[in-house]
């Protein structure tokens, strides 16, 4: 493993923090961006991989999955924004330590879809551990296994889509062999 020097670890921890600082305070104004450019894409797949179709709901805050006996319900705090955010920070801030700023600008269609692609596997994954565990657990605990599967879904794709940028990011600069 490659130690780099502090103050380019800290210039990409600088650049994750100050992106995080300018794009969180904003996402509770983005109702609109969260429900058509997060929730819809995420709904619709998941929709599809669950053999159903995803529709406005009634109120038209998010979508609904119309699916017996369980619909599924996607609303704009389930889009994934701030993980959106979170992930275009982290891999940004990643590109700037690595010496590879103009990449930085990269990260955020890659984010986005990471966070599309995350967010869908999240509620296929939290439809298929509720159906398992309705009639088991009660409803606080339901609640709980929304979240724990939220968590680990997230936090899964962030963790591996880091290591793939940080690989391929070294591997890059490394020099190569004649």
Do not use: K
């Amino acid at each position: 493993m490659t130690s780099y020097p502090r103050p380019r670890r800290l210039v990409g921890f600088l650049v994750t923090a100050a992106i995080l600082a300018a794009m969180l305070p904003v996402t509770d104004n983005l109702e609109g961006a969260q429900r058509n450019a997060f929730c819809r894409p995420a709904a619709a797949l998941a929709a599809s991989m669950l053999g159903s179709t995803a529709v406005l709901s009634a109120d038209g805050s998010g979508y609904t999955i119309p699916l017996a006996p369980m619909p599924i319900l996607v609303a704009p705090e389930c889009g994934g924004v701030r993980f959106f955010c979170i992930a275009a920070a982290l891999l940004a801030g990643l590109c700037v330590e690595r010496r590879r700023t103009g990449l930085a600008c990269a990260m955020l269609p890659a984010a986005y879809a990471l966070t599309v692609t995350a967010n869908t596997a999240r509620i296929v994954s939290g439809w298929q551990a509720r159906r398992l565990a309705i009639g088991r657990l009660g409803a606080g605990d339901l609640a709980t296994v929304h979240m724990m599967v939220g968590a680990v879904c997230f936090l899964g794709f962030l963790i591996i889509a880091y290591t793939l940028v940080e690989r391929s990011l070294r591997h890059e600069r490394s020099p190569v062999a004649a």
